[in-house]
């Protein structure tokens, strides 16, 4: 189970992508906020990623952490992969 937390209008934080198993308390957040890039005038940012070979999974790797995702559908993968561009 999965799901995202969109940017705090106070306080700018965020979005936060916030992952466990289903009928368990959220283990994980991964912050998929910008950050500067230490070794480089620059920011690092989110990537999104659609597996090759699949219609239900995608990947999403930050500077991190890399995780697999399974959507229900295809459908909702796209929503998903959407959501996440647009709010990184």
Same mark, same amino acid.
């Given at each position: 189970?999965?799901?995202?937390?969109? !940017?705090?209008? !106070? #306080?700018?934080?965020?979005?936060?992508?916030?992952?466990? /198993? *289903?009928? +368990?308390?959220? @283990?994980?957040?991964?912050?998929?906020?910008? +950050?500067?890039?230490?070794?480089?005038? @620059?920011?690092?940012? %989110?990537? *999104?990623?659609?597996?090759?070979?699949? /219609? /239900?999974?995608?990947?999403?790797? @930050?500077?991190? *952490?890399?995780?697999?995702? +399974?959507? =229900? %559908? %295809? =459908?909702? /993968?796209?929503?998903?992969? #959407?959501?996440?561009? +647009?709010? %990184?």
């Amino acid at each position: 189970m999965f799901y995202l937390e969109k !940017i705090d209008e !106070i #306080t700018g934080a965020g979005p936060y992508l916030k992952y466990g /198993r *289903v009928g +368990k308390p959220i @283990t994980a957040a991964i912050d998929l906020s910008p +950050k500067p890039n230490e070794s480089h005038e @620059t920011w690092n940012g %989110t990537h *999104v990623i659609k597996e090759h070979g699949s /219609r /239900r999974k995608f990947k999403v790797i @930050t500077e991190e *952490v890399s995780l697999s995702l +399974k959507a =229900e %559908t %295809t =459908e909702e /993968r796209e929503s998903w992969i #959407t959501a996440l561009v +647009k709010e %990184t």
